[in-house]
């Protein structure tokens, strides 16, 4: 069986208010073409369709547009779309009875009373588990796994299986995503990977926007995040300038996922295919942070018909200089590119930050381990030491989930 797998569209996204339609058209075209051109028996999207669960009229019609496109560019395969975190599960469902009629399920909300539901099968070629995104309290222990039987029973001629599921899975590599806590990602707390049971031979993965692969020990079975097809986020830019070979290179840009699944014992076939954005999200300057005059006098020199977004990453000792934003908004302004932010990156300077006031928008910015640092840095002189960083993240783990509860 042979898979496209990806997730993570956030259809209708904006960046710092800009409209990003044209490279998520762009984007979506690039995977129509990739579709035609593969074959694939099933098209496998992980949940975020969409950016918010409320999506605009636009971003619904790039949707169903290029449901329409997929389908047409290869009509016998089967498009199965599950709903993330970001999508709303009832909307995901609303058209499910017409888009069956061409081959197309969406699977938005979790149905205990007939897991059956979940199991789409290509007949003579595999099975499919869709699981959309369900808060942990929601899916019944043993759930993913007692659907792995299910298939199982079906599957006398032992075909391939699939699982999908939009999560965080623990040992996951979470750079690029915004950490607040060990393992919570995007308000989703990690599960291990055995909770998913054993029963897929593959396992298409949506939440984590950075592409990776997690081989499980001992068995002939491989559980992936497709990663975002276009960054969401200045952070989702993945690949190191220290990653030497091009395979490493390959292997950590936006991209979809080939899947090829033959016989239960062999180890199913990854392939990424690079979705290249139009609009490239760009960090200046791209040696690291430096001192402001020097961030605008590299931002001067940047190439006026670029369509990029910008970010600028300015070094700081004491605070940014005020006149920043306005000199940043003089130099954008003869330039295609799109200035986003001004990112002030304090250097590690002791001194600096204990006699320093610091501004309430700021503070209000900061995570409560970031203020427990540069308190203890403040009062101690010497780093917050590992053991009760540990402690502190227990503790506002246990409150987060307490003021959850309640
Ligand atoms: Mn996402």
């Given at each position: ?9 956030h ?6 208010n800009?409209?990003r ?11 129509i ?14 949940g ?7 999506p ?21 395969m089967r498009i199965i ?23 197309i ?7 205990k009373?007939h ?12 099975f499919?588990?869709?699981?959309p ?7 019944p ?18 075909l ?9 899975v ?6 690029g ?19 998913f ?12 926007h950075?592409?990776q692969?997690?081989?499980i ?7 992936r ?10 952070d ?8 030497s ?9 936006h ?14 076939q ?8 139009i ?7 791209t ?10 006098t590299?931002?001067d020199?940047?190439?006026?018909n670029?369509?990029t ?48 006031t610091m501004?309430?928008?700021e ?10 640092k540069?308190?203890?840095?403040a ?5 917050l030491?590992e ?12 409150l ?7």
């Amino acid at each position: 069986m042979k898979i496209l797998h990806t997730s993570d569209w956030h259809l209708g996204h904006t960046l710092y208010n800009y409209d990003r339609k044209e490279e998520q058209q762009d984007m979506l075209q690039q995977i129509i073409d990739i579709t035609r051109k593969e074959q694939p028996d099933a098209f496998l999207l992980s949940g975020d369709v969409y950016d918010i669960p409320q999506p605009s009229a636009s971003a619904q019609q790039l949707f169903s547009e290029c449901m329409a496109q997929l389908h047409k560019a290869v009509p016998g395969m089967r498009i199965i779309v599950t709903a993330g975190n970001h999508d709303s599960g009832m909307r995901t469902e609303a058209f499910q009875s017409l888009l069956s009629m061409v081959d197309i399920h969406t699977i938005g909300t979790l149905d205990k009373e007939h897991p059956q539901n979940h199991i789409i099968e290509l007949p003579g070629k595999g099975f499919v588990i869709a699981l959309p995104y369900a808060s942990d309290r929601n899916i019944p222990e043993g759930f993913h796994a007692m659907l792995g039987d299910l298939v199982a029973e079906r599957n006398t001629k032992g075909l391939p299986v699939v699982m999908m599921a939009h999560t965080t899975v623990r040992s996951a590599d979470f750079r690029g995503h915004d950490q607040k806590f060990d393992n919570i990602i995007g308000g989703i707390e990690g599960v291990d990977i055995s909770a998913f049971g054993d029963g897929y031979d593959y396992l298409a993965l949506g939440h984590i926007h950075r592409p990776q692969t997690f081989t499980i020990k001992d068995c002939e079975r491989l559980a992936r995040y497709s990663g975002t097809p276009i960054a969401t986020s200045f952070d989702e830019d993945y690949r190191e300038p220290s990653d030497s070979t091009d395979s490493e290179k390959r292997e950590l840009c936006h991209s979809v996922s080939i899947v090829e699944i033959g016989q239960r014992s062999e180890l199913p076939q990854v392939r990424t295919i690079e979705i290249k954005n139009i609009h490239p999200l760009v960090t200046l300057p791209t040696d690291g942070p430096r001192p402001w005059d020097d961030v605008k006098t590299r931002f001067d020199a940047y190439p006026s018909n670029l369509q990029t977004y910008i970010r600028l990453n300015v070094a700081i000792t004491d605070s940014l200089p005020s006149r920043a934003y306005s000199e940043a908004q003089e130099i954008a302004k003869a330039k295609a590119c799109k200035l986003c932010q001004i990112n002030a990156i304090r250097t590690e300077d002791a001194h600096a930050t204990t006699h320093r006031t610091m501004e309430l928008s700021e503070f209000q910015q900061m995570n409560p381990l970031d203020i427990l640092k540069q308190f203890y840095r403040a009062k101690k002189g010497v780093e917050l030491p590992e053991d009760l960083e540990k402690m502190f993240n227990e503790a506002v783990q246990e409150l987060n989930e307490e003021s959850r509860e309640s």
